[in-house]
């Protein structure tokens, strides 16, 4: 899993490639790369998918921990560009309602400035 | 004066800011010069009425104001919204400078006794002669006429006041300017009853032409209403202040201003508050007005009596409120001093009983001078106080409604008493003692209301303060665990990911969801399962140990709501089980990850035996963070105290360390020592202290509360935020456990000292400009992070909901909401606290914000 950060319109945005499981992952994980941004003062956070294929539970485990952190801070943590495949086993594990998954990366950032 | 100096010296006065300094100084000179000619005026009028007015009549001057006021409001109502403001209150003070001279000639006609035949000529003379004819013959009428004209002076005047500080502040910079707004206004009183007094003793003027000097203070006043609204239009044209939206939008009419307060409770009881509060004032007002009258027959000395009176009143009120208002505010929140004015006056008014007939007049200038001394002082600030949490439209309206009807009204309904006393009992027959006591089973009847009915406001206080705050976010964990089964969840990834990995650990995780009745026709389809092939596959694969499948005939006997119960039988079978471990030895050995999985799922579904937690040992030693992961889920159905060292080993790798807390939190509370004694030794990884709160604060119960504040107070920085998150997750979801206050405050005030360090050294980088600004935005950051610790730990002291909510207006609140949230603060902290925290909280410039902080240390 490759992870690149970058920054636009006071959003941090995670472009995420590869498989987001436990045997992919570094020492530094998606949530602690979040909170490490979230310790800096940043509250508005993007996880793009568009390069992901896989999530395991770990991986999971990994955005819904890195969801949690934000929305305590008052901030707010959003995905795009989410493959057909996952965003089914996302609704059906309930998961949309506590996401917000935005089409694409554009409409996610207009929708932070929105709120 | 530069505009620093004098913020600093108006600063002895109130909390008054920067910007603020010439509004603020406008406004209170205003009220100086209205307060200036009242004082003026009252004694003149106290001196008409009881001096040219039989005592029977005294009444009907407050009856007739209680009755007529009513058209004053509503004509008050019509000029309010037809004019501008600037021009309504401009226009009315030139009527009441009109007014006065009208009313200095009458009193001067009829004093001086100048027209004793009309003359009657054609040139139209005979107006200058019947008017003078006029008030001789109608007398006492100008008295009441004069009576019910400075009524409506002193209570449109006030309200006026009130209107212009609303259009230029808002309610929260009200709270805190209206010490100075008081100030402004006692210095006024002394001013002006020191005028009347010492040209009324130096014989230098009569008490009607002490009328005269009035214009001329209004005039000063008229001049400072237009400086105020000059400037703030500036500001506006220059776009530093914003248009208020209550001042643009605003229609008051009488019947809204009415409506306002009866759609209210909170309003109902404030006004019922002051209604008893003025009646009872009244009522104690007639009795110094029998006290004063025995005393001084003699109009002339009446009158310098009554301006040394109110001048001392004013005085002492001055020195009070400067030196008492605002620790009594401090130092008993509003709470109880709200009960102070009644509580006192009551005590007063009992021992009317016990006073002699010599020592009236003392005890009824100090009854009286009480009631004025509180309302000058310290119920002024309450009332304001008490406003806060009305929406600012509402106030304006109520306000209005309030302090011109229901205040003239009750003391209408005051003299209304003493009527109905003078008329039924016999009353002008007694003695002057007689009479006094008699006023004052009144008066004690309406403190006693005024005590109930103020303990009723201060219940409503809290609840009408929360209304307008909300909560600006939810935590994330509940809006979590409220949408989303976290178990579920996982198993249905865990078989997406096992499926293509491995057909025994994908059918395990598949009996995961069928165990616990998940597994739902959506996600049979997602996992690619048909009904059939479920059963069928499922037992090959049970049985599938080595290569040869058995009881092929089985999976047609089982349906799946039996299909968990019939598995969870053949693994109590001796036969399976000794297979199973024969299996488990060769995957441990084995080097593929895949088996390895396999083995560690399979142990959680085996029976214990030492073989199996042996096996299990090793898996959670396993250099596969996807092998520990699934031996943490197997340690968690066996619960075994020996792996509990490797397990908290887990917390410390990334990848395994929210599978290791769910399994420590599935242990129970039995580990809470284990838990404490690698939490507090800091040869462990650091990790993994980190990641032992929070598996306390699953616990929730009172031993992990209580390890989570003694680690706490050992003010070890590294795990403070991890300590302090659990203990907030504890309050807020366990509100049975208890946090006692000498543990948590040291802790609280601790960090409110290291914010305090941060916020100081980035005053002193912002101060550096250039280079410094890189460190100082992340040294507001720390500070942000350290506030939201503060106002964590505060929930343990405090309602946990009002604290949150407070935050999070203060954070990313409205203007309005985050002043609301200040102010249920202001009613929720102890005073040290609020102290110390406010100068972190409330929205200042750096400097100030030091210089408040450097004092609050001072005060600690």
């Known amino acids: ?115 | 004066m530069a505009n620093g100096r004098l913020e600093k010296f108006l600063n002895r006065f109130a909390d008054v800011r920067g910007h603020e300094v010439h509004a603020a100084l406008y406004l209170s000179g205003f009220l100086f010069l209205i307060t200036f000619s009242f004082s003026i005026v009252k004694p003149v009028k106290e001196s008409f009425l009881i001096g040219l007015v039989n005592p029977a009549w005294w009444p009907y001057a407050d009856l007739a104001t209680a009755l007529l006021i009513g058209f004053v409001v509503a004509l008050n109502a019509r000029l309010l919204n037809r004019l501008p403001r600037r021009t309504y209150i401009s226009v009315t003070i030139l009527i009441f400078i009109g007014c006065l001279l009208v009313f200095w000639y009458a009193f001067d006609v009829y004093l001086k006794s100048l027209v004793s035949t009309p003359v009657t000529d054609s040139s139209g003379g005979i107006f200058f002669v019947w008017i003078p004819l006029a008030i001789i013959k109608t007398w006492p009428v100008c008295v009441f006429v004069f009576c019910f004209w400075s009524d409506v002076f002193i209570a449109m005047s006030v309200t006026q006041f009130w209107i212009a500080v609303n259009d230029v502040f808002d309610p929260y910079q009200g709270k805190r300017l209206v010490g100075l707004f008081v100030t402004g206004g006692l210095f006024g009183g002394i001013a002006g009853s020191s005028l009347a007094a010492l040209m009324v003793i130096a014989r230098l003027i009569s008490a009607e032409n002490l009328l005269l000097v009035c214009p001329i203070i209004l005039l000063l006043a008229l001049i400072m209403v237009n400086l105020i609204y000059r400037e703030q239009q500036h500001l506006r044209e220059a776009g530093e202040v914003e248009v208020n939206p209550v001042q643009a939008g605003a229609r008051v009419g009488y019947w809204e201003s009415f409506l306002s307060v009866k759609r209210s409770r909170y309003l109902l009881l404030l006004a019922a508050t002051l209604a008893s509060a003025m009646v009872a004032g009244s009522l104690i007002n007639f009795q110094f007005k029998f006290a004063v009258l025995k005393i001084f027959p003699n109009a002339g000395d009446r009158t310098f009596f009554l301006a040394v009176f109110f001048l001392g009143i004013l005085v002492i009120s001055a020195v009070f409120h400067l030196a008492a208002t605002g620790r009594i505010l401090r130092s008993f929140g509003i709470r109880w001093a709200l009960l102070v004015a009644p509580v006192l006056l009551l005590a007063g008014s009992l021992s009317v009983f016990l006073v002699s007939a010599g020592a009236l007049l003392a005890w009824a200038s100090l009854i009286r001078g009480g009631d004025k001394l509180f309302d000058n002082t310290i119920s002024q600030s309450l009332r304001e106080l008490l406003y806060i949490p009305v929406p600012a439209d509402i106030k304006y309206k109520a306000k209005i409604f309030i302090d011109m009807f229901v205040n003239k009204f009750a003391t209408g309904l005051g003299a209304g008493l003493y009527w109905g006393l003078y008329r039924l009992s016999g009353f002008a027959y007694k003695d002057e003692v007689v009479k006094v006591r008699e006023i004052g089973i009144l008066v004690v009847v309406f403190l006693g209301l005024w005590i109930v009915l103020t303990r009723a406001v201060y219940a409503e206080y809290p609840a009408v303060l929360k209304k307008d705050i909300r909560r600006k976010w939810d935590e994330g964990d509940n809006i979590v665990r409220a949408n989303v089964d976290v178990d579920l969840t996982r198993d249905v990834f865990d078989a997406l990911q096992s499926r293509e990995r491995s057909t025994t650990l994908y059918l395990m995780n598949v009996f995961d969801l069928v165990r616990k009745n998940n597994l739902t026709p959506e996600l049979k389809e997602v996992l690619g399962i048909k009904q059939d092939e479920l059963r069928a596959r499922s037992m090959d694969c049970l049985f599938d140990v080595g290569g040869e499948v058995l009881f092929h005939d089985l999976d047609e006997a089982i349906a799946d709501k039996d299909l968990a119960s019939e598995i969870d039988l053949i693994f109590l079978l001796p036969s399976y089980q000794e297979i199973m471990v024969k299996r488990l030895a060769a995957d441990a050995g084995s080097a593929s990850e895949v088996d390895r999985m396999d083995a560690a799922k399979l142990i959680g579904l085996m029976v214990r035996s030492p073989e199996t937690l042996r096996f299990l040992e090793r898996f959670l030693q396993d250099p596969s963070p996807e092998v520990v992961a699934y031996a943490l889920r197997s340690a968690a159905v066996h619960r075994r105290a020996e792996h509990v060292p490797l397990i908290l080993r887990q917390l410390g790798n990334p990848l395994t360390a929210l599978e290791a807390q769910g399994t420590l939190t599935d242990y129970g509370p039995g580990v809470e020592d284990q838990l404490k004694s690698v939490l507090g030794d800091e040869s462990e990884a650091l990790e993994v202290r980190r990641a032992i709160p929070a598996v306390l604060a699953r616990f929730g119960t009172q031993r992990s509360a209580d390890i989570l504040l003694d680690e706490l107070a050992r003010r070890r920085d590294d795990v403070e935020q991890e300590l302090i998150n659990a203990l907030y997750k504890i309050r807020a979801d366990r509100p049975a456990v208890r946090f006692r206050e000498k543990q948590v405050r040291p802790e609280l005030l601790d960090m409110i000292e290291k914010s305090y360090a941060i916020c100081l050294s980035a005053s002193g980088l912002a101060a550096g400009g250039g280079e410094a600004a890189g460190p100082a935005a992340e040294a507001k950051v720390a500070l942000d992070l350290n506030v939201r610790r503060i106002f964590d730990l505060m929930t343990l002291l405090h309602p946990p909901e009002d604290i949150v909510k407070a935050y999070q207006n203060i954070l990313k609140g409205t203007r309005k909401s985050g002043d609301y949230s200040l102010s249920l603060l202001d009613d929720l902290l102890d005073r040290e606290l609020k102290a110390l925290l406010f100068p972190l909280i409330e929205n200042l410039p750096l400097e100030e914000r030091a210089l408040r902080m450097k004092k609050a240390m001072r005060l600690k």
Do not use: P, W
Not at chain 1, 34 to 53: A, F, I, P, T, W
Not at chain 1, 78 to 104: A, G, N, P, W, Y
């Open chain 1, 1 to 115: 899993m490759l992870i690149k950060t970058r920054e636009a319109n006071n959003v941090v945005i995670f472009d995420i490639e590869g498989e987001i499981r436990r045997s992919e992952s570094m020492q530094t994980t998606l949530h602690n790369q979040v909170k490490s941004h979230l310790d800096r003062g940043r509250r508005n956070v993007l996880l793009n998918l568009e390069g992901v294929e896989f999530i395991d539970s770990f991986g999971v485990g990994e955005i819904l921990a890195s969801y949690i952190s934000t929305q305590n801070l008052g901030g707010k943590l959003k995905l795009c560009r989410i493959s057909k495949k996952l965003l089914l086993i996302f609704q059906i594990t309930m998961l949309t309602k506590v996401l917000d998954i935005q089409e694409d990366c554009e409409c996610a950032l207009e929708s932070f400035e929105k709120a």
